[in-house]
């Protein structure tokens, strides 16, 4: 394969052109030209702070696989927002919520476990050389590492590939599959985050309870708003990284602690402890969560969240230069497989959430919780509101702990569907 030169490798470089991007688009979003308005009317905000930086993939002006910027935004800006975004939590609210959020988790949990083996035995159907393949090149194999990441993350992607043995090249094809089709369902669920009360009527759903706590949430935060100066500002990031670097420490010797005892993980199907981005997820949310006990909690009023959201913007931004629209052109075969499978995630999710009138903050959190996990749940639960982002934190834990579970389930499933 001819080896790739992008046009421009220097991080600094590609951060300066990622935070420009992201400062043309909030500018524009926030404009009051007419045709602006018109446009974000139907193009979601952070739909664009995801497309923009994937141009630059797509035209081979930068090469993301020799950057650093995900990597940086994923262990520093990740676990800094989760704690500012749950700083502010309303724990006795979000369980006032009651069960249906933990219903469309479980729904779409489900959607995909059942997808993967039916998409299989429709395109074998048509088109059998698309799910053929043999031993570790066995598509089969390939998708069970496409169950691990759409139910818990990474983590579990990882211990698919090694618990079914998919081959390198097989695994690397399906990645490509994987951030291509989630990230196309994303983009149609924010789409719906800006036509939720629409859609809530068509499903008859209540949504009084969400639209309760985040005026709660909004009261709290005008109650102690406060310009914030300087030490405010420090107090913040202070918190920020210094929990990040907590949770650093704790994962840096718990992940390695459980990797020696990795015989036991396997027989338990509990590899995801395994891995120390588990553990960092896990302890930065529970360090915001904790310190929303305390009286840190009035810095929501000095711009908390506001700092949070940022990181979680320019996490954004890495996350589409890692994006290669062009990609599906090059095997669009296993990208039918793979819009198959969500279309049945999809449709297990809107029948769950029609029979129990869910709202559709439920439907949208549930799905990412699953297929974005903790890198993009709470930025479509903040698409809706920004209140509402702790609620996507704290499922997308959920969904690392059944993640290795449901994708073990489904990739026996994938492997009997493809049996002649």
């Known amino acids: ?73 994923s262990r520093y800006l990740l676990p800094a927002s989760l704690i500012l975004l ?32 039916l998409a299989i035995f429709i395109v074998s159907f048509f088109a059998p050389e698309v799910v053929g393949g043999s031993g570790p090149d ?6 069970t590492t496409i169950a691990g990441s759409w139910i818990g993350g990474g983590a579990n992607q990882a211990a698919m590939k090694e618990i079914f043995q998919a081959s390198d090249d097989i695994f690397s094809a399906m990645i490509t599959v994987d951030v291509i089709v989630a990230n196309l369902w994303m983009a149609f669920l924010l789409v719906g985050a800006g036509r939720s009360e629409r859609l809530d ?22 109650s102690i708003a406060k310009i914030p100066d300087l030490t405010d500002t ?38 995801s402890l395994a891995s120390s981005f588990f553990w960092l997820i896990v302890v930065s949310t529970t360090v915001g969560v904790s310190l929303s006990l305390t009286p840190l909690k009035k810095l929501e009023g000095a711009g908390a969240s506001r700092y949070g959201s940022l990181f979680i913007f320019v996490l954004v931004a890495t996350i589409g230069l890692n994006m290669d629209v062009t990609a599906i052109f090059e095997n669009p075969g296993l990208f039918l497989v793979g819009l198959i499978w969500m279309a049945f ?23 990412q919780a ?17 209140t509402l982002a702790p609620v996507g934190a704290l499922l997308a834990v959920l969904g690392y702990a059944l993640g290795t579970y ?5 990739g026996i499933l994938m492997q009997a569907a493809a049996i002649p």
Not at 138 to 143: H, M, P, S, V
Not at 406 to 410: D, H
Request: charged letters at 10%; glycine letters at 10%; hydrophobic letters at 50%.
């Open 86 to 117: 749950t700083l502010g939590t309303d724990l006795k609210g979000i369980i006032n919520l009651g069960p249906k959020a933990i219903i469309m988790f479980l729904a779409g949990t489900t959607g995909i476990v059942i997808g993967g083996p």
């Open 1 to 73: 394969m001819e080896e790739r030169t992008a046009l421009i490798t220097n991080d600094a470089a590609i951060l300066g052109i990622l935070m420009v991007m992201l400062a043309f688009i909030f500018a524009t979003a926030h404009s009051n030209q007419r045709f602006w308005k018109k446009f974000y009317t139907y193009i979601p905000l952070v739909l664009m702070c995801y497309f923009l930086p994937s141009i630059l993939n797509s035209l081979g002006i930068v090469d993301p696989d020799s950057s650093r910027l995900y990597f940086m935004a």
């Open 345 to 367: 995630h999809v449709i297990v999710l809107l029948s769950v959430g029609k029979i129990i009138k869910a709202p559709f903050f439920f439907t949208a959190i549930g799905s």
């Open 406 to 410: 449901g994708a073990i389930l489904c």
């Open 138 to 143: 066995a598509i089969w194999r390939g998708l």
């Open 201 to 222: 009527q068509v499903f008859k759903a209540d949504s009084s309870a969400i639209d309760a706590l985040k005026q709660k949430i909004e009261d709290y935060r005008a």
């Open 234 to 271: 420090i107090v913040i990031l202070g918190i920020a990284f210094g929990g990040t670097g907590f949770a650093h420490l704790i994962a840096d010797a718990v992940g390695p602690w459980f990797q020696q005892r990795q015989s036991i993980l396997d027989q338990y199907n509990l590899q």
């Open 370 to 386: 699953n297929v974005g996990g903790a890198a993009s749940a709470p930025v479509v639960a903040a698409a809706f509101s920004p």
